[in-house]
T-cell receptor, first 113, second 113 residues
């Protein structure tokens, strides 16, 4: 089965520290897209960052960067200088061959003041 | 900034009643998705529209769920009759094209008593 694995159900991080959220995936596709979304307690799913499998550079978007290692099939999200507002669920997702999203189970991140 | 609109934000109903959710995608977005998200899990795709046509409704429980996007713009998801197991967050998302990033609305949190 083509699945997404997020091995960290929950994480506590001190404010202002960097945090890495893990994501590994299983696919035989050569071309695909990888996404990270943030879901605060309010419920809205907020798009953070995208990485194409053929992109030569790791994606960056403000304090978010994606550590993409294609051979290892991993796409870890790095949040620099964490803030209290970063506390939320974080979901990794991969586009399948029909461009539909396959979702991980999520990681609950809590930032401590 | 363009957003996906959903209403209502919260809905409490009794089992066997009918409920309906509304979604207005970002203007110009051809592809619209309805997801169901059980607490603690990733979203599950219920139905995907391309303009007014259903592309995929393979996971939609068609005995009680229906979805339409008559003019290819806004969409309605209906449940009749609601069951206790339908309690979940219902998320709507849209993308300009099928292969593009999906942007989500605030969701409707349904509680069935």
């Amino acid at each position: 089965a083509q699945k997404i694995t997020q091995t960290q159900p929950g994480m506590f991080v001190q404010e202002k520290e960097a945090v890495t959220l893990d994501c590994t995936y299983d696919t035989s596709d050569q071309s695909y897209g990888l996404f990270w979304y943030k879901q605060p307690s309010s419920g809205e799913m907020i798009f953070l960052i995208y990485q194409g499998s053929y992109d030569e550079q790791n994606a960056t978007e403000g304090r978010y960067s994606l550590n993409f290692q294609k051979a290892r099939k991993s796409a870890n999200l790095v949040i620099s200088a964490s803030q209290l507002g970063d506390s939320a669920m974080y979901f990794c997702a991969r586009q399948d061959s029909n461009y539909q999203l396959i979702w991980g189970a999520g990681t609950k991140l809590i930032i401590k003041p | 900034e363009a957003e996906v609109a959903q209403s209502p934000r919260y809905k409490i109903t009794e089992k066997s009643q009918a409920v309906a959710f509304w979604c207005d995608p970002i203007s110009g977005h051809a592809t619209l998705y309805w997801y169901r998200q059980i607490l603690g899990q990733g979203p599950e795709l219920l139905v995907q529209f391309q303009d007014e046509s259903v592309v995929d409704d393979s996971q939609l429980p068609k005995d009680r769920f229906s979805a339409e996007r008559l003019k290819g713009v806004d969409s309605t998801l209906k449940i009749q009759p609601a069951e206790l197991g339908d309690s979940a967050m219902y998320l709507c998302a849209s993308s300009a094209k099928t292969e593009d990033t999906q942007y989500f609305g605030p969701g409707t949190r349904l509680t069935v008593l």
